[in-house]
């Protein structure tokens, strides 16, 4: 169950020929591939691509309907390797996940699949995480590209571009017995556009139908000797294949005045943010017609090299924008034109920054540096050499607050770090490693734990230089994702087999939680077409380790603190495994809400927990944010002459989970926190026993007030 | 971004009728909502409009940014950017004040032309939170920079209004939004886009229409303000006679003094009774004698207020009793806001330790406890431990009525004899310096401030107060003695640890030294 349900948006995969497809890029590229006659799709969730799979998973229907095989990969991995299904079948399909470390995790399959080749359509759809909001730089699937030879699709960022390089990547494909990488930018995911729709295809052959008729080529093997004959085939059958279909179907687009004496080279994906530049630089305007001469790759790999030549013809020099390095792009295109006999220079890096997102402000400013140089007549004066010393944006920056990401209102992990900080401060300092999730989030304040994150499932296995052991024992955190995708064997396994005398800490939130509450083998949900419920606690015992305890409620911070102590001291040999389970907050809100509103409406009884401050009692000392960072756990200032600091207060967003009446119980903090349960509905015997309560009750409050003086706040 | 290159005013080519539009919101707050909406209003309206986001990790609680641009919808599909540039908005969409404040870090606020809407409550960033004094951004001085930044401003506290409607501040913003009239939308339109929206229309709507009228109106601050409230006190007759006298008393004080005094008798008066209410107005008076005019009364006023403070300790018998007044219960009741048949229950969280339990017992019985760590240690294994006490329940409250009625003994116990010495000192301290060092004496009452907290917390505060004492005895005769001291002050709230203490505390003694 994902955190976003595309239950409404996939009825939208059904529409045909003759009607427009209204919606995000991530669902336009679902009906693409349902449009191309696609017979199998898988990945593996991770931003920006997680919809992608969201949306898939929504769309079982739709998808068996048209015997379209969908399937969750464990890994990226596992996903390219399914796309072994088209090496011997005319079948088409497509897998998608994370660009930046998922083509890393990719790589083995790739390396083998782009080897022998595919006969179908073999397509991988990858998300770059480049700039703003990414979790992890990419580091482009371009050199992927080139090592395995495989082709690399960069469609301009708008729908109509993006499905149709769904269906040019198949062609192309199919046409040179290559895979190929179509990649979208974060942004390009989550655009809101339009295309015209056509028919969904049914594929021509199932993968059900294939397995009735098995068919295998040894020469497509990837294993010596059929490896050579690849390795010549590549570059002697399939790339020249594809630079002849790409030229010959126009996949890349010329834009603009014909013979101007400059032009630009753009990745397609990067267009828009150009043409945006050249509109500023009164040298285009909104609808693309530009004064400048543009070659739009659509394709960044390979290049076409006739193509590139023809639209040097005439020109004194090119500027390619081509984000990230190294720049291949920029090195390629220059050997070309150092083999040609064109007096045309490329130039590229220099003006633009060598890293870094291609932002607005970074286009504009590289684009004008450019045009300055190397046609200064097509600039107005004022744009030639603005004046710099204008400073509109006035000096801010130190008043606004940095807010990072971090863990929700509720989230069950925040409780095992506070825990984690408790015994840090009882025994010393810990090494600790991460991993990748949520519960990387350790890292920032207010809990500052943890050096390292080496990638998904690596946690444990990133502090096996720590195995032997020392004065204190080193900690790893590990999510449930991580493990089920590399953590079992990679960390776990690893840490049975070399004896490890460290402590790992499986974060089990029920669900992929960072990537957006996608279901993973050990998840509870019931899933008509998955087998959940898989025990964390028996897979790692089946690999060996002996001593693994389970704390089924993480908001128990002093028992999360007691198992890491006794993790930490204990005789016992081999990895210590604490596997620290509450369900994602998110998810679990998600969930219930809807049940519980049903449950007051129909007259059920419903407890709703809430947690609260009393403000007399509160200090303003903030100690519990500091073992904290709930969002709902925030600052509040009295109308007391008598206070200097805000005190605490839990806002309306708190969902009772108890983490900080825990937290000021194990830590000793203070007695200012309080748990307000409303029972809706309660039981007749219930209600007349509270209604007695709050009579002796009431009748004491009064007794005492009678004697004392009282203060009582009303109206002015 | 320094370096950027900035475009003179008035040289950008607009299309025609194309518009630029930034929601920043805070993750989870339903930036993702407010834009689909708009994009729907621009549809509606015959415009194409592009939206992009960058949700991926931002969406738990870090800040978010969604981009739209819309212009009339022609034959050609036009070529739109996918994320805002400096000084080429129109309008910016803020749910927070310091996101409004980061859009204008950002450059997105151009004063020839953008409008920007945003609420000016505001969500703390955990690196507010964590301050053990006072980390708050200055909300006022971002506001006032936003608005001198801005074409144009709406501002006013939209997640109040939200929350009084019952919605989300994604629908208020919709509202200021529409009201603003920086879009050129009809107001039906805007309507209809909520209710094909299809959830909670009735409650968006409201907050939807409260908000634009706002926007439209210019809203009263006074809207967002609470109401005034004033304290009336009930009891015996006779107490409540000696009380106006006390208040008389009050009166009589110079004017900043009698404030400050005025909320810290009533504190007193709460913590224990009038007769230690009449003794802190004596002192407090004794004070205002050695004072003077001159320095605004400075000196007595900081005196009142910590000194107020300062008798007011946190014992088990205070927590007790505050947890059982009627106040109390209607503070939680409104809180967790039940309904009329629904019942509440409260569970107080508590964790007594052996220093707690003993500090009640009689002075010279205590001081023996404390003398011997064996006897110590066992008490604190038979008290030591998490409590949840039901205090809606007969059992829980009676003990913790009982407990809050045991007033009459606090001046007997061990606790009040600590406190009253480690007061005595302090005050005493403070009134040796005055005639001496006027500055140097009222920073002394202030340090008071560093003492707050239970447990850990508490003595950590405590050893701040000391190490702040002997800097300021070090200090002495200095003619910038109470400056130091403040600056030592402020280093102590900035840190838990006292590590930014001790550090300034160095830096001080480099100059004595050196001196």
């Known amino acids: ?716 | 971004m320094n370096d950027q290159f900035i475009l003179p005013v008035g040289s950008f080519t607009h299309a025609e009728g194309l518009l630029k539009l930034s929601v920043h919101a805070v993750g989870g707050q339903g930036g993702g909502v407010l834009t689909n909406w708009i994009v729907a209003l621009a549809e509606a309206n015959g415009y194409y409009a592009q939206s992009t986001s960058v949700p991926g990790l931002a969406q738990r609680t870090g800040s978010t940014i969604y981009y739209v641009e819309m212009m009339p919808a022609t034959e050609t599909t036009p070529v739109l950017a996918l994320m805002p540039a400096p000084g080429d908005v129109d309008v910016v969409v803020a749910s927070e004040m310091m996101e409004a404040g980061r859009a204008v870090e950002r450059g997105f606020v151009s004063a020839g032309r953008t409008t920007v809407i945003t609420s000016t409550h505001r969500v703390y960033a955990t690196s507010e939170k964590l301050i053990p004094g006072d980390g708050r951004a200055d909300r006022e001085r971002v506001l006032e920079l936003t608005r001198a930044s801005a074409k144009r401003t709406v501002a006013f506290d939209m997640h109040d209004f939200a929350k009084r409607s019952k919605s989300h501040v994604s629908a208020s913003l919709f509202g200021a939004l529409a009201g603003s009239g920086a879009l050129p939308f009809p107001v039906e339109s805007y309507v209809s886009v909520i209710e094909a929206s299809g959830r909670g229309v009735a409650a968006s709507l409201d907050a939807f229409h409260k908000a634009r009228e706002a926007a439209q109106t210019g809203v009263d601050e006074a809207a967002n303000a609470p109401v005034a409230k004033r304290a009336e006190v009930r009891g015996p007759e006779k107490k409540r006679a000696e009380w106006q006298r006390l208040l008389t008393r009050v009166e009589a004080l110079p004017g900043p003094v009698a404030e400050m005094a005025k909320a810290g008798l009533r504190k007193v008066a709460e913590f224990q009774d009038e007769r230690l209410a009449g003794d802190y107005l004596t002192t407090v008076e004794e004070a205002v004698a050695g004072d003077d005019a001159d320095h605004m009364w400075l000196y007595s006023t900081t005196f009142a207020k910590y000194l107020a403070n300062a008798l007011c300790y946190d014992d088990l018998i205070r927590v007790a009793d505050l947890k059982t007044r009627a106040a109390r219960f209607a503070r939680v009741r409104d809180h967790a806001d039940p309904s009329d048949t629904a019942l509440l229950r409260t569970t107080e969280y508590m964790h007594p330790r052996a220093e707690e339990v003993v500090g009640m017992f009689p002075a010279a019985l205590g001081r023996k406890v404390e003398a011997s760590p064996k006897l110590f240690a066992w008490i604190d294994r038979r008290v030591n431990k998490g409590r949840r006490y039901r205090s809606d329940g007969i059992v829980a409250f009676v003990a913790l009525y009982m407990l809050g009625g045991l007033k009459p003994i606090r001046r007997f116990t061990l606790r009040d004899a600590q406190e009253r010495e480690h007061r005595e000192a302090w005050l005493s301290y403070a009134r040796h310096l005055l005639p001496r060092d006027y500055d140097l004496a009222v920073e002394v009452l202030a340090c008071r401030r560093l003492i707050k907290g239970y447990s850990d917390t508490h003595a950590r505060g405590l050893s701040k107060f000391d190490l702040a004492m002997q800097g300021a005895r070090k200090l002495e005769g200095r003619a910038d003695a109470a400056e130091w001291l403040r600056r030592l002050r402020t280093a102590a709230l900035s840190d838990p640890s006292d590590q930014p203490l001790r550090d300034a505390l160095k830096t001080v003694d480099s100059f004595l030294d050196a001196g």
Not at chain 1, 45 to 70: C, K, N, W, Y
Not at chain 1, 255 to 284: D, F, H, S, W
């Open chain 1, 1 to 716: 169950m994902a955190e976003r349900s595309f239950a409404k948006e996939v009825q939208d995969l059904w529409i045909g020929e003759g009607e427009t497809f209204r919606g995000e890029g991530i669902l336009g590229i679902t009906k693409a591939l349902l449009e191309c006659g696609v017979g199998y799709v898988g990945g593996y969730q991770g931003a920006p691509i997680s919809h992608l799979m969201d949306v898939l998973a929504d769309a079982q229907d739709i998808l068996g309907e048209l015997d379209v095989r969908f399937e969750a990969n464990a890994s990226e991995a596992a996903a390219t390797a399914m796309l072994a299904a088209s090496v011997h079948y005319p079948i088409r399909g497509a897998v998608a996940f994370k660009g930046p470390v998922g083509v890393n995790v990719a790589s083995d399959a790739l390396a083998n699949l782009a080897s022998g080749g595919v006969t179908g359509g073999a397509m991988l759809i990858v998300g770059e995480d480049y700039g703003e909001g990414s979790a992890i730089m990419q580091e482009r699937s371009h050199a992927f590209a080139m090592k395995s030879q495989v082709w690399l699709l960069d469609p301009r960022p708008n729908l109509v571009s993006m499905t149709k390089a769904v269906r040019d990547g198949f062609e192309l494909s199919e046409a040179t017995n290559t895979p190929v990488i179509l990649e979208l930018r974060i942004r390009a995911c989550h655009v809101h556009g339009t295309f015209e729709a056509r028919d969904n295809q049914r594929p021509p052959l199932s993968v059900r139908e294939a397995l009735s008729a098995p068919r295998r080529d040894p020469s497509r093997l990837a294993l010596p000797p059929f490896a050579y004959a690849h390795e010549h085939e590549k570059v002697e059958s399939r790339w020249p294949r594809a630079i002849e279909h790409i030229m010959d179907n126009g996949l890349n687009e010329r834009m603009g005045p014909k013979n101007a004496k400059i032009g630009v080279v753009v990745q397609g994906g990067l267009y828009n943010t150009l043409n945006r530049a050249l509109e500023r630089l009164e040298l285009a305007d909104a609808y693309g017609n530009s004064d400048v001469e543009i070659y739009c790759l659509n394709v960044t790999y390979p290049l076409a090299e006739p193509e590139f030549l023809r639209f040097c013809e005439g020109k004194d020099a090119v500027l390619v924008v081509e984000e990230g390095q190294p720049n291949y792009i920029e090195q390629a295109l220059g050997g070309m034109l150092h083999r040609s006999d064109l007096p045309t220079r490329a130039y590229g890096k220099g003006y633009l920054p060598m890293a870094g997102e291609y932002q607005a402000p970074v286009m504009l400013e590289g684009l004008r540096g450019f045009l300055a140089d190397h046609a200064p007549d097509m600039l107005s004066p004022a744009l030639r050499a603005p004046n710099r010393s204008e400073t509109e944006v006035p000096e801010i920056a130190d008043a606004v607050p940095a807010r990072p990401p971090g863990f929700c209102t509720g989230c069950p992990e925040r409780p095992i770090f506070a825990g984690m900080k408790l015994i840090d401060e009882e025994i010393g300092p810990h090494q600790i490693a991460c991993d990748i999730g949520c519960h990387l989030f350790s890292v920032l304040p207010p809990f500052d734990l943890g050096g390292t994150t080496m990638g998904f499932g690596l946690g444990p296995a990133s502090n096996a230089a720590f195995d032997g052991g020392g004065e204190r024992r080193a900690i790893s955190v590990m999510g449930d994702g991580g493990f089920w995708h590399n953590g079992l064997a990679s960390s776990v396994g690893n840490a049975v087999f070399n004896k490890s005398d460290n402590v790992i800490v499986i974060v089990d939130n029920y669900y992929a939680a960072a990537t957006g509450g996608q279901d993973i083998p050990s998840s509870r949900s019931k899933n008509p077409t998955k087998q959940t419920g898989n025990s964390i606690e028996g897979a790692v015992r089946g690999i060996g380790v002996n001593w693994v305890r389970t704390i089924d409620r993480t908001y128990d911070v002093a028992k999360v603190r007691d198992t890491l102590r006794e993790a930490l001291t204990t005789d016992a040999e081999g990895p210590k495994v604490i596997i620290a389970s509450s369900e994602c907050m998110l998810n679990r809100q998600r969930r219930e809400r809807p049940e519980k509103a049903r449950a007051i409406a129909e007259g059920r009884r419903v407890l709703r927990p809430k947690f609260g401050v009393d403000e007399d009692v509160c200090t303003g000392d903030h100690a519990c944010m500091r073992l904290s960072g709930c969002p709902s756990l925030t600052l509040k200032e009295l109308d007391d002459p008598l206070r200097d600091d805000p005190v605490a207060s839990i806002d309306e967003s708190c969902v009772g989970c108890g983490n900080c009446g825990e937290v000021a119980d194990a830590a000793v903090l203070c007695p200012s926190f309080y748990q307000a349960d409303v029972i809706e509905n309660p039981g007749r015997w219930e209600a007349a026993r509270d209604r007695m309560t709050r009579r002796i009750i009431v009748w004491l409050q009064n007794r005492r007030a009678a004697k004392r003086l009282m203060f009582e706040e009303v109206a002015a």
